[in-house]
């Protein structure tokens, strides 16, 4: 059990300490709504994504920048403290979000990059959230665990977040930040490899738009 919990640490980064001045000035940087903070530069994007999800209404997350994720432009986490202390219904989250791509001859800041595309990002990763937030924490603890070892559960894990998003009315966002990854010139070919072979194709994002769609008509 306790390399079980350590190893779930891993899977969460450590809550950062900042100084008074930058708490302060981090406040005045953000967008407030809804219990959520928003950097004002992706305010538009962040508040149309989560219009497709009223089950998050309420539900604490705080969208941040970050000047590198490794492996990846965003990543969802419950923040530590709640997910430990407090139950699954008060937990807390944030979404780390890449300040700037590296394309190679080019440096994008993230709110340049295509709007259907930004917001079907930031839509993954609220559909991240719609899967841990009914988890019990022994079941996050688990969840981590195989997230980091197996390639098998991390794909299960990405293919639920899209998911989620695609019930939600997000299909065309979905499919646009995917053929974005896929074939705008100068991501790392070890990520576009990884979003081609750990996440759901174009091919398969339309069929389940399709069968969604043809459920509810």
Request: charged share 30%; glycine share 6%.
């Amino acid at each position: 059990m306790t390399v079980l919990f350590l190893t779930f640490l891993l899977f969460l980064s450590s809550i950062e300490s900042l100084p008074s001045d930058s708490i302060e000035r981090d406040k005045q940087e953000k967008f407030e709504v809804d219990n959520k903070t928003i950097p004002w530069e992706i305010k538009d994007a962040v508040v149309e994504a989560l219009a497709y999800f009223p089950e998050l209404a309420g539900v604490r997350i705080d969208f941040e920048f970050k000047d590198r994720i490794n492996g990846a432009v965003m990543q969802a986490q419950p923040r530590v403290l709640t997910l430990l202390v407090t139950g699954k219904e008060n937990r807390e989250y944030r979404i780390k979000i890449t300040r700037e791509l590296d394309l190679g001859d080019e440096v994008l800041a993230i709110e340049n990059v295509p709007h259907d595309a930004l917001v079907g990002w930031i839509g993954h990763e609220l559909g991240h959230i719609m899967d841990y937030k009914d988890r019990s924490t022994v079941n996050m603890m688990h969840f981590g665990m195989r997230y980091m070892i197996s390639n098998k559960r991390l794909t299960e894990a990405e293919i639920a977040a899209d998911t989620y998003a695609i019930s939600c009315g997000m299909g065309h966002q979905i499919l646009t930040v995917k053929n974005y990854i896929l074939n705008q010139e100068g991501f790392d070919d070890k990520y576009r490899n990884k979003i081609r072979d750990l996440y759901m194709s174009p091919a398969q994002i339309l069929s389940l738009q399709e069968e969604l769609e043809e459920e509810e008509g």
